[in-house]
């Protein structure tokens, strides 16, 4: 297929504007065809009109989103090798990576649209009236989720599909039944644009009208800034830094009418090591942990940048395995220039730092051109994190400290001086868990997701998922951006009081015909509502 | 009961501060003792400190806040006719209104209690593990939700106990699990004592730590911006006005760390009017409308601030009896000053536009001593309503705008031309519903709830409703300020991630010891968790 290097406006290609860029091979500093055309100030606003009037259109006639997201899965599955060889040429990363992440694309946007069809998402509430109550008469009172408008999403850089132009927001906003309008990621503009048109397919398909989804193309802020401004929409989804989700969120709470951001943002995904886990597994848990570290050059949200453990020989033992494994883990490539860059800064800031030490970075020498860097381990003591805020800050890619404990209270001390993150993992035996009752608590008050005896990365996809976590991990920890909850950010309540059956939503109606899930009179059931 | 005009700090008394204020009674323009002190800077960072404590605390001893809420509602009880009489005194509203008002106060107090005990609020969900998977086993994946941390609530004017101290957003934050520090409205000090009063005796008998509850006194902007601003709260809630909400949002949004503000504000409740709706019953119409909208002398966030209806004889004939009902309602007490000059400015901003005229006010003459008001009904066409967006914002107190229209676009074109809003209600026959459906899809996109031939004013306070709407009306149309959803804006999900049974929160054992709802491997049960 020829790229066109265009604007996605409502199922019309459009290319207004005279500012251009190409996306980069970072694996070989290559300029990739074709040129492509950043969306003018008319082309934003034309695809947040066409929104509006296809997301009225889809309400009056009550049409469903599940048949466009079967349609889209099966568009990107027919898109082949191609998607996998444009997203290796645009991000560096490796044919199988991009063969997951389409398996997990299309499952999320399948899961998604089986969610809508199943139908109990709208979380359908009754509560039946009744007339002769005294000293007032009680309604009928019936509610159920529905969807908000148009809603914009931005791709994010390190998942080009299953984060992106067809990723988890957009799969979930469109299951609401919102319209789309996508701001592609200007490192891989061509991957989105592939996607773009199986996307375009999937709404004709599917007979949604046209401004369903739009896609707009800009490497400079502006054109996001712009879309997050736009009067019409409602809902903005962002994967990406703390600074760039600040910066939408400042944007969209300063609008005349404010509207919510949800933005996933940074993490280093604490690993609190307790000496029971260093007993007998010293060495298996150095292994797991290096490829969590090291796990897509590390550029995953999950990934762990920070051990914490207590002063041992067990500890001790991790960290010559780690150590010895990090100095042995070739160079590799990062997603784009910009990325390799803040690493290098990143982990520079913190060797700079008093107390911090390098335990071990790979003994290869990175290449430039091949937008290469190293793994690294990095050490200091707990006073000296606890002391420097900029410590526990996010360094995006292969690298992790390790803060090592003279004490379980300095382990709590670390523990408390974090802000909110995404996870935190417990490293330990059972008992660990009660035992350290003070220190779970402090953690389970940081972030979305504890986990056991396992690795932060890997993000499984399933209802009781959580992929957020308090601020700066996310900006609203109250949602999910993985898994089916995720849904719940592009819907709002909708009730009905003494509405005439016929004249509810399906959903809501005596008889049950979808057969859902719903509340009624505060238990629930699949039953039908007996009428009067 | 002594009223000290002091704060509650954390179960002790404080006044540091030597800026004072005086209750006023509207009805007579007469001062009340005793005076009450304006709480400091130290007085409010006591509070929140004395919170995070009380919440750490709360949460490692796992203790539950439904005995907490069952005491509050007796201790309210308990204070009998002196709450009521200072309520009468502070406020100028008739006694029956605050027996109506505690009743229904202690009956939401309840009702939290029982969903705290029947704890399937927290919206427990399982998905078991798949060691075998391939090509990645499934963990064990666990979701609840969890209290979020110290809430700062600010009293309303216009509901002295059912959204005030003792109100539906305390007891929905207390029943999250989360310490509440509240700002008390400066209208009803001694109102908001004796409750406080109350509210200390039933932590200290349900034996939470002193610092789940503080209550701060302020007259003046500044203390509760202090308290918004305060790096240890996780969320507000406040009911008011537009103004005052937003200035709370914009200081919550330019935190370092931005936190849900939960503010209930302006809203016009349109009611449209059809002419099924006229034939027969346009007397009876006008008596429910007119009762509607002098209730508590139209000091209700659900008051209907607009009628539009299709002009003709029955329209005629409804604004006949209206304007009567209008013309005899007798003058009437506003809450206090501030208040009642904002509906004269208001009503006189309407009057004075161009295309606008005074249907009919009370004829009897106002006495600014008693803080006294008339009733009015003005009328417009829709041509100068949708051209003057003014029109549309809300006036507080007991007038409405009628708007006619000539035909059925018109009325689509004034509900196109609204802001969010509370509610809207359509009058008419049960054909209507679907007659019209453009409109009622128009308005379901504006509002939070949809009534269908009743009244806007009288909150049914249960499962299925909503009372929120998009903005203006509120700042999260996500959220509801009434009924039992409340409790999901101090909550957030936390999730456990292969945890050993017993180390994991009772809610998401095996063992469905409390017996609640659980969406387990994606269905609803009440059943346990058969272990491996």
């Known amino acids: ?24 091979n970072p694996a070989t500093s290559q300029q990739l065809e074709p040129t492509f055309h950043e969306a003018t100030e008319s082309e934003i606003d034309r695809a947040l009109e066409l929104s509006v009037q296809a997301f009225r259109e889809a309400r009056e006639r009550k049409l469903s989103t599940a048949p466009l997201l079967y349609a889209l899965a099966d568009e990107i599955e027919i898109l082949g090798s191609e998607l996998i060889d444009r997203a290796v040429a645009e991000t560096g990363l490796p044919e199988a990576r991009f063969v997951g992440e389409r398996a997990r694309t299309v499952a999320q946007i399948r899961m998604f649209a089986e969610l809508v069809e199943e139908g109990s998402w709208v979380e ?30 931005f791709g994010a850089s390190n998942f080009p599909l299953a984060f992106s132009v067809p990723g988890g927001d957009t799969a979930s906003a469109l299951a609401a039944g919102n319209p789309v309008v996508v701001k592609a990621h200007p490192a891989h503009p061509g991957t989105s644009e592939l996607v773009a048109i199986a996307l375009t397919r999937a709404v004709t398909r599917s007979n949604l009208p046209a401004g369903f989804f739009s ?54 995904n604490p690993v609190f090591i307790l000496p029971s886990a260093l007993k007998e597994r010293a060495a298996d848990l150095a292994q797991s942990l290096h490829q969590s570290i090291t796990l897509g050059v590390g550029q995953f949200c999950t990934n762990p940048g920070l051990l914490v453990g207590l002063k041992g020989e067990g500890l001790d033992e ?62 200091t003591d707990a006073d000296t994190f606890v002391s420097n ?20 209270e300095e382990l709590e001390q670390v523990a408390d001086s974090l802000e909110g993150h995404l996870t935190a993992t417990v490293q330990g035996d059972p008992e660990d868990l009660t035992k350290h009752l003070k220190l779970i608590t402090i953690l389970e008050n940081r972030v979305g ?34 898994g089916t909850n995720a849904i ?24 049950n015909e979808k057969n859902i899930w719903r ?8 039953e039908s509502v007996v009428a009067d």
Chains 1, 2 share one sequence.
């Open 519 to 526: 509340l009624i009179d505060g238990e629930f059931s699949r």
């Open 215 to 268: 896609m707009l193309h800009g490497a400079s802020y502006e054109v996001g800034i712009s879309m997050v401004r736009h009067p019409k929409v409602e809902a903005v989804g962002f994967t990406g830094s703390l600074a760039g989700g600040r910066a939408l969120f400042d944007e969209a709470a300063a609008r005349d009418r404010p509207i919510p951001v949800y933005a996933e943002m940074g993490s280093i």
């Open 389 to 408: 805020e900029e410590l526990s800050h996010e360094v995006f890619g292969p690298s992790t400290l390790v803060v090592t404990c003279e004490s379980v």
């Open 449 to 482: 997701r504890l986990i056991f005896n396992g690795v932060p990365t890997g993000v499984e996809v399933c209802p009781s998922m959580h992929h957020g976590g308090p601020y700066p991990a996310t900006l609203d920890a109250r949602y999910t951006s993985v």
């Open 318 to 379: 991790l960290l010559e395995s780690l150590g010895k494994l990090t100095s042995d883990f070739p160079c590799a490539t990062m997603l784009h220039a910009g990325i390799r860059e803040s690493y290098l800064a990143g982990v520079q800031r913190l060797a700079g730092r008093e107390g911090v030490r390098v335990l071990s970075h790979s003994v290869s020498e990175p290449d430039p051109s091949r937008t290469e860097v190293q793994a690294a381990i990095l050490m």
């Open 488 to 511: 719940k950010r592009f819907a709002r309540p909708a009730c009905y009081q003494d509405f005439p059956d016929k004249a509810l939503p399906t959903e809501l109606r005596n008889r």
């Open 1 to 24: 297929m020829e790229l066109k290097g265009q604007n996605f406006v409502g199922g019309g290609l459009s290319c207004e504007g005279g500012k251009v860029f190409h996306a980069l």
């Open 124 to 153: 359908a509430r009754i509560d039946t009236s009744m007339p002769d109550r005294h000293p007032l008469p009680k309604p009928d009172l019936r509610q159920m989720l529905i969807p908000v408008g148009p809603v914009v999403i």
